[in-house]
C-alpha cells in the first residue's frame, strides 16, 4: 500500500485537453489534500490565471494541446504570472537544448508517468520554491 503524503494547502492548476488525465489527475493529489483546478486548453488556462493566478503555485501542462502547445503556454504564464514554476509533460523523446524553454518551466517530465512520480516531483519542485532555490 502506497504511504499517504502529508497535506498540503497549495493549489496546483492541471492542463490537459484529455479529460481522463485531468480527472484522474484532479482526484489523485486532492487526495493528497492539494486544491486542483483544471483547464482543458491553454487558453482556458490563461483565464483561470488571470481569476485565481495568486493562489496557484504551480502549473502541470500537457505539450502537445489543440490550441496552444505547453511551451506557448508557459510563455504566457511567465508574463502574467513569472513566480508560478511550470511542469510541462510530453510523450515526445526530447533532447535537451531542443526546446528554448523560458525560466519559468522547472522541468519537462516524460509521459507516461506514474501519478506518484508526478507527485514526488511536484512537492519537490514547490518545497524548492519555497526555500528560494532552484529544482
Known sequence: MEAVMPPHD???L????????TDVFRQYMTRRGYRVLTAASGEQ????MAH???MVRLIITDM?????DGEELARRL???APTAPVL???GHDLAPGEMDLPSNVAEVIRKPYQNRH???RIREILDHRASGSVA
Open 10 to 12: 497549495e493549489t496546483l
Open 14 to 21: 492541471y492542463v490537459d485537453d484529455e479529460p481522463l488525465m
Open 45 to 48: 488556462a490563461l483565464r483561470i
Open 52 to 54: 485565481e493566478g495568486g
Open 64 to 68: 502537445t494541446m489543440p490550441d496552444m
Open 78 to 80: 511567465a508574463e502574467i
Open 88 to 90: 510541462i509533460a510530453t
Open 118 to 120: 508526478l507527485a514526488e
